[in-house]
């Protein structure tokens, strides 16, 4: 392998990029980047601060005074300001006022600089929605995940079923729609697949197939 390599794996929610990413990542000895925190991390400051998530010169202000860090190892944690928000960006309210933030341009101008800089640094899996087509269009290796709605929705349930959580699929189905409604037709850093990545469906999949299969990809 390279010296310095960058993996970018994109896809929609509940495609498990996370899950995979991470996998990934300690298979090879490289730093996991869940870009996807970062915008977290930035809508829960800005809830906290009763910012206007109207108001998009505030929020690339907000975003150019406000430090993030992520902290690899057995569990990756989050810091907001040098506090751990690793939970905390985690609740439904963060999820429902995320695309507010993530369609601002000054916003993903900073936090691209900011997975630049991190993924210059050490060898990386990135995951997002935007890796491939702007962070890193020339990554040694670009995946797109995807799996069909349904799926998508019934990994959801699964992972609220383990905190404990009991929803209905419906809401899970239009939740995960409505989700990709703002992810795919944002008008900066949409997600859709990168030129020369690999499409991988993960329908019907377990977790270690596609993780294999990534792997077999990777020289
Ligand atoms: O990966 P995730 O579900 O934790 O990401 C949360 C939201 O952050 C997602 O709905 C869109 C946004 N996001 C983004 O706009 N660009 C990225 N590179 C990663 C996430």
Redesign the pocket.
């Known amino acids: 392998m390279k010296q310095h390599i960058v993996i970018a794996i994109d896809g929609p929610?509940g495609s498990g990029?996370?899950t995979i990413s991470k996998m990934i990542a300690k298979r090879l000895g490289l730093l996991y980047i869940?870009?996807?925190?970062?915008?977290?991390a930035l809508t829960l400051k800005a809830m906290n601060t009763g910012a206007d998530l109207e108001d998009t010169q505030a929020l690339t202000e907000l975003a150019r005074s406000t430090e993030i860090e992520l902290r690899d190892g057995p569990k990756l944690r989050v810091f907001l300001d040098g506090k751990d928000v690793s939970e905390a960006i985690r609740t439904v309210e963060v999820?429902d006022k995320?695309?507010h933030v993530?369609k601002v341009p000054g916003v993903?101008h900073e936090?691209v600089i900011l997975q630049r800089d991190i993924g210059r640094r050490a060898s990386s899996v990135l995951?997002?929605?935007?890796?491939g087509t702007v962070?890193f269009p020339d990554a040694e290796y670009k995946f797109y995940l995807d799996a069909d709605v349904k799926e998508r929705a019934r990994r959801r349930q699964e992972d609220f079923a383990t905190a404990g959580k009991k929803i209905e699929l419906d809401v899970l189905i239009k939740d995960v729609l409505e989700?990709d409604a703002?992810?795919f037709n944002?008008k900066v850093?949409p997600l859709k697949k990168a030129d020369g990545a690999v499409v991988i469906d993960t329908t019907g999949m377990s977790i270690d197939q596609v993780v294999e299969k990534l792997l077999s990809y990777i020289k």
């Open positions: 929610a990029k996370s869940d870009t996807g925190a970062m915008y977290r999820t995320i695309k993530a993903r936090m995951e997002g929605r935007d890796i962070v989700r703002s992810d944002r850093g």
